[in-house]
């Protein structure tokens, strides 16, 4: 039997931040140092991931956002065993068709404790009622179901987190990584067949505010919350300097907090492989990356440049220092699964973004920020380009079959129908 292999992404995690103060690194057996991203933001860097394909390949990206890969060759079909997904990202979900390369799947309800009871944040998204009526509805409907304490504690927990958001009095439950850990735990011990799991933890994507488990010696408030935040007043200063020194500090403490429990999980699972990234980096308003803010319209080294670290690999290796791309990450898993070191043999690493990714409208320069942009990486330069300027080396040009002009020309809305909790939870993490 192959061995089993958990992919974990920390959702907008920064490498210099998770090398500063992740627990998973100091046990990691095997450290990629170098290794980029293929694009910006979750909707085409979960393809790329799973297909070793850039986003003008597979074709999702800004204006196309069905993550539906069952047409592609992915890592779960290149699996020999049982594949299992969990997720709390709205778009690596089976609202968007992620669900369906899985054998099992599982879309995690956020700030609650159960699966098996009602998810409350979808009933009140997708309900009618209002205020009181509101509350009696979700009251009839958990008695109605098959588990009726839990289904409450739920909508107790939901509550919670709504009212409590922004205070310093901590929410109970962090965003979903303590119950996505407990599902891949439970997985891999339970299966007579060799496991791939995959799971994407939102902890360090904004909003963000204070939960239990939390080190609040990171933050210099826990009574805040980046709700009131927006991405355009940040980028163009209109923001208060208090409010980006947290944003900081919050997404800091939030990787602290995920690779603990990411720790834990490797503990309870010693004989189990477990490959630690994230689908991409953030921008934190730092002259190195152009006092952006978030993660659109921009290939950053703080973007792109992501953490790449392997618990139990078959042998300890320590640093390496290669290039390496999420690209890679197909025949990195495959290699593992065979009980080797991945051999990584690149020169160039690329990474591409084709529009601006979903959220609010900038207040200006629409056309700039809804370019197609790429990047090349190789051991001693990066070159930048978009399709406002099209200057760049012949080697960098080599590494993509079309045109950046022809990619976003080629590049046409397509829609996906959604319903108004996951369109409520879009709102949430600043996407619409």
Same mark, same amino acid.
């Given at each position: ?216 010696? *990171?933050?210099?408030? !826990?009574?805040?919350? =980046? @709700? ?6 940040? %980028?163009?200063?209109?923001? /208060? ?5 947290l944003m900081r500090q919050y997404h800091r403490a939030t990787v602290e907090y995920v690779t603990r429990k990411i720790a834990e999980l490797a503990e309870d699972l010693p004989n189990t492989t477990i490959i630690v990234t994230s689908d991409h980096g953030e921008n934190l308003g730092y002259p190195e990356e152009d006092n952006l803010w978030g993660h659109t319209s921009s290939l950053s080294d703080a973007l792109c ?21 999420? *690209?890679?990450?197909? !025949?990195?898993?495959? =290699? @593992? ?6 051999? %990584?043999?690149?020169?160039? /690493? ?32 990066m070159v930048v380009w978009d399709s406002e300027s099209n200057e760049l080396p012949a080697w960098a040009q080599d590494e993509f079959d079309i045109s950046i002009e022809k990619a976003k020309s080629n590049a046409s809305d397509k829609d996906v129908s959604i319903d108004a909790a996951t369109e409520a939870r879009l709102e949430e993490l600043g996407y619409i």
């Amino acid at each position: 039997m192959s061995q089993n292999v958990l992919l974990i992404a920390l959702d907008s995690a920064r490498k210099d931040v998770y090398d500063s103060v992740s627990h998973t690194r100091d046990i990691a057996g095997l450290r990629f140092e170098n290794a980029r991203a293929a694009s910006c933001w979750s909707v085409p860097s979960h393809p790329s991931i799973f297909t070793g394909m850039l986003p003008s390949q597979h074709g999702i990206h800004a204006h196309n956002i069905n993550l539906d890969l069952t047409d592609f060759d992915t890592i779960c079909d290149q699996w020999d065993g049982r594949t299992f997904g969990v997720s709390s990202n709205v778009y690596a979900s089976s609202s968007y068709g992620f669900n369906k390369i899985f054998d099992r799947f599982v879309d995690v309800p956020r700030y609650q404790p159960f699966l098996d009871g009602l998810d409350a944040t979808d009933y009140f998204r997708n309900t009618d009622r209002e205020g009181i009526s509101m509350h009696f509805g979700f009251l009839a409907e958990s008695i109605k179901s098959q588990s009726i304490v839990k289904s409450l504690l739920n909508g107790g927990a939901a509550q919670a987190k709504k009212t409590l958001m922004g205070t310093p009095i901590p929410e109970p439950l962090d965003d979903g990584a303590t119950l996505a850990l407990n599902l891949l735990k439970q997985e891999v011990k339970r299966s007579d067949k060799s496991v791939f799991g995959f799971a994407n933890l939102m902890e360090t994507h904004e909003p963000y505010s204070f939960f239990r488990g939390m080190d609040e010696n *990171l933050v210099d408030k !826990k009574g805040w919350s =980046s @709700l009131h935040v927006d991405r355009w007043d940040l %980028i163009y200063n209109e923001c /208060a300097k208090r409010d980006k020194v947290l944003m900081r500090q919050y997404h800091r403490a939030t990787v602290e907090y995920v690779t603990r429990k990411i720790a834990e999980l490797a503990e309870d699972l010693p004989n189990t492989t477990i490959i630690v990234t994230s689908d991409h980096g953030e921008n934190l308003g730092y002259p190195e990356e152009d006092n952006l803010w978030g993660h659109t319209s921009s290939l950053s080294d703080a973007l792109c440049h992501v953490p790449l670290d392997i618990i139990n690999p078959p042998t300890n290796v320590g640093a390496v220092e290669k290039l390496v791309s999420h *690209l890679d990450l197909p !025949k990195i898993v495959q =290699s @593992l699964a065979d009980g080797e070191i991945p051999e %990584i043999d690149r020169a160039v /690493a690329p990474a591409e973004t084709l529009g601006m990714a979903a959220g609010p409208e900038p207040p200006a320069d629409k056309d700039h920020w809804n370019r197609g942009i790429r990047a090349v990486w190789s051991d001693d330069q990066m070159v930048v380009w978009d399709s406002e300027s099209n200057e760049l080396p012949a080697w960098a040009q080599d590494e993509f079959d079309i045109s950046i002009e022809k990619a976003k020309s080629n590049a046409s809305d397509k829609d996906v129908s959604i319903d108004a909790a996951t369109e409520a939870r879009l709102e949430e993490l600043g996407y619409i």
